[in-house]
DNA sequence: AACAATACCTGACAGC
DNA sequence: TGCTGTCAGGTATTGT
């Protein structure tokens, strides 16, 4: 499920609803998740003020008066968050962990495929990749992809070297880019890196406004869902006619490096 | 050191 | 209806 964008979104409207309230207490219902839940997080009654809540690369960062007991929640796959009343919550299949504030209010995380993660931030590993969003400049791009002799798609995806991308939204800035998720990295020329970096940014920022893409099962904390499927250009778009203005082509689907690839072979060369 | 393959899990869906 | 196989938006680990 979750990219850069419907990270964003959660980080966003979990913010606004929670910087300033009080935990009262963190419940986990199963501690296997993709990693171990730590000990003294779950079920732990510490009381923790949120200062505010942000996004780095896919994690969302609960920052609290207490650092060392900052912590994170990854959503994996398949992962979803609401925030519901606590006097009227009944618990779901896939519930995992709950934290309930001061506010009479719970915050759940479900998680059928349990790939996500609760982490304290200093579990995390330092990530020094540049965010697709806030960081990534042509100059940079370029450099990353000098350094690679993978086709751009699968470069797109290492979160080692540029993080926030997910599958969607890297075959949405290659199309956007004109440019074939086959053609290896260290052969971008100039005008394909500053085409392809403003298309990473572009794609980000309007799935962003849009709420992030509902495909399966995508949900803001408030349950709504994004929109951001319907403005799709060729992700989920097998055997329909390309709508680039003026291409004749179809979008094709392939599997690549075990992921599918959705592109136009007539216009992204 | 860079890269590809594998593994972790459940659920939805297509085809028989 | 129920079985089997395939696929799913992520990423750490293992092997080459």
Redesign the pocket.
Known sequence: ???LP?VETCVRYLSSALTGDTILQQTSFRS?L?FPIHPSLQNSNQSLTIQSIIRQ??YIVFKTNIPDLDFSI?L???GVLRLVPSDTITLK??DHYQINFQSNRSLILND????GSVLYVNQL?HNPAPCALNKLTSQLLSSICN?????IK?LL?D??KISGL???YACEALFLSKISPYQLANTLKPLQLRSLSFAIKLVLKKAIRYG???????KSPDQSLGYFQHHLWVYNQENKPCRRHGCVGQITRQ?Q????SFFCATCQK
């Open positions: 499920m979750p990219e419907e296997d993709r690369h896919k990854h994996g796959m398949s299949k896939h059928p495929r349990r790939f590993n350094q690679s002799k993978q086709p699968t995806l979160q080692k997910g599958n969607i992030g893409t509902s495909i399966r099962d995508f599997a490096t075990g992921r599918s």
